[in-house]
């Protein structure tokens, strides 16, 4: 009889979608209680080589379990028979799905449709973004856009001050970039490059992830420990071709409540 693990089942993409000095020196992520948000530390980004604005995405192994279920694989029911289960009952199935579930974090892969052409997508450009936008490419807007920017302010002496000046975040169009997998993350630090801590959003896994908490969900800080020493090669489809990734699993390590700022 094969030895069943946790990894005994294949892993696939989910399409997407708090700080102290103690937690960010360990290897974590962390599925805050402000909804959907998650943060990773660093020696995690530095492991995965991950950067600010870069992607991350989630793996597991769910799918592949379902079916092996429904097939009423052997060493399944072996396992649920020795563990007091019956695989042909919800409790039975809900049971092995808790045992055999894996959870894991990697990289994410640019997009590409069925041709190898790259999926494009509109960035999201808050209004902040817009406006260094506007301040960073001042002297290019104006020149590109002059008889426009004459016409609204209505004054073909105006300076180029007063051209740059007409030009609000509404006229600044959201960059077309590439799709990656997963959701970008961000830091609300001045620090750049690999291995910073980092913050990215997913709603829906962070619903499944704290789903157990119910009403709580918002009430507590659920921690992962990232196991950087298991780290596995899979294969993941970018949409034209199948690319190997590297995973990290997560495996549950404690509920928190969050630290409240100002408190002591």
Known sequence: MIKLGKSSFGFNAVQAGQKNATVNAEPRLVANSTVGKFMVTSPVTKAMGIAVGDNIMFLNNIANVEAAISAQNEDLVAWADE??????????????????TVWAIAKGLPQYDSKGNPVMGKERYTKEDKQKYIEAHAEELVAANRDALIERVGNPDASDEELLAAITVDDIDSPEVQVVSGSKTATTSTATGVGCQLNFTDTSIWNTLKGDLGENKNKKNRIFDVLLNEGMSLEVSDGYQVQTVVAYPIEFKADEDPIVRGEK
């Open 83 to 100: 563990n007091g289960y019956d695989l042909t009952t919800r409790e039975g199935q809900d049971a092995v799905l808790e045992a055999f």
